[in-house]
């Protein structure tokens, strides 16, 4: 299996740290984090320039699938 560092081409994520600060000026933004994800550290979360940080405890990497239903709630307001 081929992991995402191998897929990825070294200039990926080149101009993202920009971008995502002139996207969560323009839009209201809400980051649902799942603590404990295996892939991504924690810490990541607070970088993504969100107005409003959730953090799901013992939701992991998979937040559609395990907090449905946190998702959902967030999606209508």
Do not use: C
């Amino acid at each position: 299996m081929i992991g995402f560092r191998q897929m990825t081409k070294p200039d990926f994520f080149e101009g993202f740290p920009s971008l995502l600060k002139s996207i969560s000026d323009a839009v209201p933004t809400v980051t649902l984090w799942g603590e404990g994800d295996p892939y991504v550290a924690d810490h990541y979360a607070n970088e993504l320039l969100a107005r409003k940080n959730i953090p799901l405890p013992k939701v992991g990497h998979w937040v559609p699938l395990v907090a449905p239903d946190k998702l959902a709630d967030q999606i209508r307001q």
